[in-house]
C-alpha cells in the first residue's frame, strides 16, 4: 500500500514539472515628436477674443512593427461682446496640414481647417499660415517612475525642451486675420517618453 502511494504521488510530481510556465507578457510604447503653439488675444470694455493653434509631428510605435507617423493641428477660438450679448465659440482639427519643424529654433504650418461653431451650429473654414522663430532660453524636463507588484512591473520616462517664439503670417477666419490681434504668445517643443508593462 505504501508502495503504491509512493508511486502515485511521484507521477503527480511528475506531471506537474511538466507543466510549462506561463510566459510574461510585455506592452512596451515609445513616442517621440516636436509641436508648435501660438494664441492671439484681444480684450476691451465689451468685448474679448481669443484664438489658438497647435500643431505637432510625431511619431510612435506600440509593440512589435513599424513606427506610425502623424502631423496635425488643432484650431480654437471664442469670442463674446458684452455690449451686445453676441458670441461665438468653436475648435477644429485637420490632417490637412503641412507642418515642419526644425527642433526648437523654428517651424512653419500651411493648412485649412473645418471648424465647428458650438454656438451657432455651423461649420466654417478656417486657413492658416504661420511661421515659429525660437528665441531666449531653452527649458528642459525630465521625469521617470517605477512601479512593482507581485507579478506585476511598470516603468515610464519622460524628456522634453520648450523655448519662446516669435509668430508671424496669418489666421484667416470669417474674413479676419486673427494673427493680427494685438497680444499674442508663442512656443516651440520636442518631447520624447517611452512605458514599459511587464505582467507575469
Known sequence: MKTAT????????????????LAATATKYQFKGQNAYASFSQSDDCSYTDVSVSAFD????????????????????????????????????????????NKLNSATLNGSFTVYDYYLGTSKTATVNLTWTGTGDTYRGKSQSRYQSPGYTSSYRYTGSSRDAQVSGSVILDGTNFANLPTSYASLGTSSSGSLEIIK
Open 58 to 101: 510625431n511619431v510612435t510605435k506600440s509593440g512589435p512593427g513599424a513606427p506610425t507617423s502623424q502631423t496635425g493641428a488643432y484650431f480654437y477660438y471664442s469670442s463674446y461682446n458684452y455690449c451686445t450679448g453676441t458670441q461665438s465659440y468653436g475648435d477644429g482639427f485637420s490632417e490637412n496640414v503641412t507642418f515642419t519643424s
Open 6 to 21: 509512493a508511486i502515485a504521488t511521484a507521477l503527480t510530481l511528475l506531471s506537474l514539472s511538466t507543466v510549462p510556465a
